[in-house]
């Protein structure tokens, strides 16, 4: 326990040298919680889970919920929240980002409805293939706009 709360303090002096406007320990040394702002309407929190093994799972939860998955060091996390961070800051410049946040919400909602969908009914084959499809085509129609889409500048 005296390691990963050594590990803590780690990874919170370094964030705090980034910028975090707030870090929260939770539990002892085991759970985090840090956010930065960026405007008044606009901050990234995040949710650090500190392991007995001084491993990390990380998630993003907002302005939009994404899981990170794990970390093996407290290096890795710092350079990951880093470059997360620097992208929030960079992406801020695009006159859409705020319609950005509002899709990035309605995909979390989809999520949402998608699994009570799963986990209440019993979905046909037929059904299942057409979400999937869909789904597909979404990722490809993506792809294809972020191909054909200029880098923000700052």
Same mark, same amino acid.
């Given at each position: 326990?005296?390691?990963?709360? =050594?590990?803590?303090?780690?990874? +919170? !002096?370094?964030?705090?040298?980034?910028?975090?406007?707030?870090?929260?320990?939770?539990?002892?040394?085991?759970?985090?919680?840090?956010? =930065?702002? =960026?405007?008044?309407?606009?901050?990234?929190?995040?949710?650090?889970?500190? !392991?007995?093994?001084?491993?990390?799972?990380?998630?993003?939860?907002?302005?939009?919920?994404?899981?990170? +998955?794990?970390?093996?060091?407290?290096?890795?996390?710092?350079?990951?929240?880093?470059?997360?961070?620097?992208? *929030?800051?960079?992406?801020?410049?695009?006159?859409? =980002? $705020?319609? *950005?946040?509002?899709?990035?919400?309605?995909?979390?909602?989809?999520?949402?409805?998608?699994?009570?969908?799963?986990?209440?009914?019993?979905?046909? $084959?037929?059904?299942?293939?057409?979400?999937?499809?869909?789904?597909?085509? !979404?990722?490809?129609?993506?792809?294809?706009?972020?191909?054909?889409?200029?880098?923000?500048?700052?």
């Amino acid at each position: 326990m005296i390691t990963t709360s =050594f590990s803590g303090d780690l990874i +919170g !002096t370094a964030l705090r040298q980034l910028g975090a406007s707030e870090i929260r320990e939770i539990r002892n040394g085991i759970l985090y919680i840090i956010r =930065f702002e =960026f405007a008044e309407d606009l901050h990234v929190v995040y949710v650090l889970d500190v !392991t007995k093994k001084d491993k990390y799972f990380l998630q993003r939860v907002s302005p939009y919920p994404m899981s990170h +998955g794990r970390f093996s060091s407290a290096g890795e996390v710092v350079q990951f929240i880093e470059r997360d961070i620097q992208k *929030f800051e960079n992406a801020t410049h695009s006159h859409n =980002f $705020k319609q *950005f946040l509002e899709i990035a919400d309605g995909v979390t909602r989809l999520s949402h409805a998608m699994e009570l969908l799963f986990l209440e009914r019993n979905v046909s $084959k037929e059904n299942m293939d057409k979400i999937s499809n869909h789904i597909s085509e !979404t990722v490809e129609k993506l792809k294809a706009i972020r191909d054909d889409s200029p880098k923000i500048q700052k």
